[in-house]
């Protein structure tokens, strides 16, 4: 073997392998994967147009919020401007578990953009509705090599060419889930047919060169982004799961909201807060990020908006990033005054789903959380009290 051949042969054992599917011939050193890229339509534009010195930042978060809506246990292989390449190695996914992920990919995505979007005032809000930001997302399901270079995991072979290519293809519009044959062939049709009786799943196919034509099927996901408008055009923002508690506190509102977005506050009336790492000359503005140590652990947060629309009402945001059990949650406080010296606190999270699939586990986790935000919010009212 020359020394060609033994560089080829050390990077396929570094390669992280599991077994092939049943009855599949062992012939090279691929393995079965589902690949999944989310592309967020509109970025190209929305970069090139917007001098908002917080566009950036956006969409960072909103890259982070694909990556946080994992429910799919996927891995991501790499991230390309507007684009992530999921992969998940092995036998693929029901359909009805991959329809919900890429369901709660979207949703996750919209909602966080029409609660940004929220401050009319902003010319961020304006550049976003301007750019029109929305999602596509391409399922493929083949077979790849993985490859370990230096720090970096790398998927090879042709199937992760498919995948990537098929971001360009003969669907009209922006806004849509396409899956190829290579996955929908391992599904049953009457299921499939099931999972997405709120769409319409229609076929195509594209020419590339040197592959050749790719059939797939794809559905429109304007269905659900309307869903989401119709939430926000009745008042309501729209969210998939909520707790939240509320407490009477005997304090003006412009004094409850300074406690609230106080971080230098926070341990003394948040539960189980111990520690707040902070760059203290950004701790007020829209964008900036912080690490709370909480309990045993720690979770980061961003100050997402800072809206008082008027003096009897107000609303503080934060994104909290990193709680492996509440992924792209969000941390409320609203604030309505009932007279000049009282004020009504409202403290809510706001969740896409919880990251366990054992029914009791959930249902333990969110008593803890109830408990969390009562204790919490009792707490900032027995400071703002004193």
């Known amino acids: 073997m020359g020394l060609l051949d033994d560089l080829r042969a050390a990077r396929r054992a570094a390669g992280r392998r599991q077994p092939l599917l049943p009855g599949t011939p062992a012939a090279d050193d691929t393995q079965p994967a589902l690949l999944l890229i989310p592309d967020i339509s509109g970025f190209t534009r929305f970069i090139a147009e917007t001098s908002h010195p917080q566009a950036p930042h956006l969409v960072a ?92 995991t790398k998927l090879l072979g042709r199937d992760v060419i498919v995948a990537h290519r098929l971001l360009k293809n003969n669907v009209a519009g922006a806004e849509y ?43 429109y996901l304007t269905p659900l982004r309307l869903l989401v ?85 107000a609303e503080y945001v934060e994104k909290i990033a990193h709680w492996r059990l509440f992924p792209n949650a969000l941390l409320f406080f609203r604030l309505e005054a009932v007279d000049e010296a009282h004020c009504l606190v409202t403290m809510e999270v706001r969740y896409g789903h919880i990251a366990s699939g054992h029914r009791l586990i959930r249902r333990g986790q969110l008593l803890r959380l109830r408990r969390w935000l009562g204790q919490s919010v009792r707490q900032l009212a027995e400071l703002l009290n004193g």
């Open 229 to 313: 408008q119709a939430e926000i055009d009745a008042g309501k923002l729209p969210v998939t799961c909520r707790v939240k508690q509320q407490h009477l506190v005997a304090a003006p509102l412009a004094q409850a909201l300074g406690v609230v977005s106080n971080l230098r506050l926070r341990p003394r009336w948040l539960t189980g807060t111990t520690a707040v790492h902070y760059d203290a000359t950004k701790a007020h503005r829209p964008g900036a990020n912080y690490k709370l140590d909480l309990y045993h652990g720690q979770i980061d947060l961003q100050v997402v908006q800072r809206l008082q629309p008027d003096e009897h009402t």
């Open 177 to 219: 889930v396409l899956l190829t044959e290579g996955y929908l062939s391992t599904q049953q049709p009457a299921e499939v047919a099931r999972c997405f009786a709120w769409t319409r799943l229609q076929r195509s196919a594209t020419v590339y060169e040197y592959l050749g034509e790719v059939p797939y099927f794809y559905a």
């Open 61 to 152: 978060d909103l890259l982070e919020i694909l990556i946080e809506a994992n429910c799919l246990e996927l891995q991501v292989a790499e991230i390309q401007g507007d684009a992530i390449l999921f992969y998940r190695l092995g036998p693929p996914p029901p359909v009805d578990a991959l329809v919900q992920q890429c369901r709660r990919i979207f949703l996750d995505f919209q909602n966080y953009l029409q609660l940004v979007a929220r401050d009319t005032s902003s010319e961020l809000a304006a550049a976003l509705h301007e750019a029109g930001l929305t999602l596509k997302i391409i399922g493929h399901y083949g077979r790849v090599s993985v490859a370990d270079i230096r720090q970096f």
